[in-house]
């Protein structure tokens, strides 16, 4: 089992940043990658970013080169620090951690960008 808490949310104007963490407890050695996606009102939960146990990273399209993750192994957290925020990044973010063929989920962090 692995337990996943986000932290980090909240209000950010057009063109601001936020960085996100995601803390895992549990058997995070035997995490194989930890993602993040993001869920908006109204549409489906899409697939944000990942880093894999080997430190080996992922991003959607939509956030190439805004957003970036990255993991402080000794603090179990993966951070997802995001740049040039923009109103379509408004959404629900949650973390996503996989061991093996099982899925864990954290109960996600509220990211609102206004204009």
């Known amino acids: 089992q692995v337990q996943l808490v986000e932290s980090g949310g909240g209000l950010a104007q057009a063109g601001g940043s936020l960085r996100l963490s995601c803390a895992a407890s549990?058997?995070?050695?035997?995490?194989?990658?930890i993602g993040w996606y993001r869920q908006a009102p109204g549409k489906q939960r899409e697939f944000i970013a990942q880093?894999?146990?080997?430190?080996?990273?992922d991003y959607a399209d939509p956030v190439k080169g805004r957003f970036t993750i990255s993991k402080d192994k000794a603090k179990n957290t993966v951070y997802l620090q995001m740049t040039s925020l923009n109103t379509e990044d408004t959404a629900v973010y949650f973390c996503?951690?996989?061991?093996?063929?099982?899925?864990?989920w954290g109960p996600g962090t509220q990211v609102t960008v206004s204009s």
């Open positions: 996503n951690a996989l061991l093996w063929t099982r899925e864990f």
């Open positions: 549990g058997r995070t050695s035997s995490i194989n990658r």
């Open positions: 880093i894999t146990s080997s430190d080996s990273t």
